[in-house]
């Protein structure tokens, strides 16, 4: 469940605020169309993301004094660059991917500004809400920049530790026997089953919007319990039971933190959902690290 572990999420809301590029009445090739776009959202990057990282620095909570003095600031900016990117003349035999580009953009664009609107009246549920019921557009905003090309925009998040060559990130010290290579496979197409199950009912989840988090995360929790399970049933290398055990524990270890999230989600305590909240996704970060290092691209984290 890849998205489950929220880590600094100003990252992600970033790069994806950021795919804009200048205006033109020029068509572009495909090369200049994406040099330019990734220019300006490396420079975005750089005024947008220290917004992002301060209001959710602490998530579950969320600073909604920066949120109101600052997010209105990277609304504007995003309006404008929202207009510069759909004004910019792609290659016309890409105008298909393109207009798809801009209509996610656009959808980007407003939901910043409402976000921004919710953080000046200070309702924090709603702005929380408005982020994460919009967590797939961002997604599926980077993956079609990604795909169309571009390297800046909407590329995926890193850990601080990967640019400076250690930590996250890493994989496997050295390249996977054929056994294991096998097992990783079938250990991420049941990750990856569970995905598909647990990512579309994440927004309430992580906007803490109770009676529909406590609905979400009745499907989840069966979810995860039914990866750990088929996990387990799968026959490890040989010579590596003991890892791969000590790596199914780790992701078995935090159906407790969820089991608790939904209690305090039925229990409507928000308080005591903020704690849970944080334990498990303390607990699914602690797992990333070890799952990729074994091989693994779609468990762990």
């Known amino acids: 469940m890849r998205k489950r572990s929220i880590g600094p999420i100003a990252v992600s809301l ?3 605020m950021v795919l804009a590029a200048c ?4 068509e572009l090739s495909k090369a200049e169309y994406i040099a330019k776009g990734d220019a300006l959202c490396k420079a975005i ?3 947008g993301d220290p917004t992002f990282d301060k209001i959710f620095a602490e998530f579950p909570d969320v600073d909604m004094a920066v949120a109101k003095s600052e997010l209105p600031k990277v609304a504007e900016a995003t309006e404008k660059f929202v207009a510069d990117f759909t004004d910019l003349e792609g290659p016309e035999a890409d105008a298909a991917v393109i207009e798809k580009i801009n209509a996610r953009v656009k959808k980007l664009g407003t939901t910043i500004s409402t976000a921004a609107e919710h953080a000046k009246a200070g309702d924090e549920e709603k702005f ?3 982020f994460f019921e919009n967590f797939d557009e961002f997604e599926a905003l980077d993956k079609a920049s990604r795909d169309y090309g571009f390297k800046v925009c909407g590329e995926e998040d890193e850990d ?3 640019d400076e060559g250690k930590g996250k990130g890493k994989g496997p010290a050295t390249p996977l026997t054929p056994e ?3 097992f990783v496979d079938q250990g991420d197409a ?3 089953a569970a995905d598909e199950i ?4 994440l927004g309430p989840v992580f906007s803490a919007k109770l009676p529909e988090a406590a609905t979400a995360l009745k499907v989840i929790l069966p979810s995860q319990r039914d990866q750990v399970a088929k996990l387990r049933a799968l026959t490890p290398p040989p010579g590596d039971e003991a890892k791969v055990k000590e790596l199914i524990d780790s992701l078995d270890a935090v159906n407790p933190a969820i089991e608790k999230l939904l209690a305090a989600a039925e229990a409507g305590d928000k308080t005591a959902y903020n704690a849970a909240f944080k334990d498990v996704n303390r607990g699914f970060e602690a797992t990333e690290e070890p799952f990729e290092e074994y091989g693994f691209e779609e468990c762990g984290g």
């Open 45 to 47: 990057d750089e005024e």
């Open 190 to 192: 049941v990750c990856k």
């Open 198 to 201: 647990v990512e579309p009912k």
């Open 180 to 182: 294991q290579q096998a």
């Open 14 to 16: 970033a790069a994806a």
């Open 128 to 130: 929380k809400e408005t």
């Open 160 to 162: 601080e530790d990967e």
């Open 23 to 26: 205006g033109s009445d020029e």
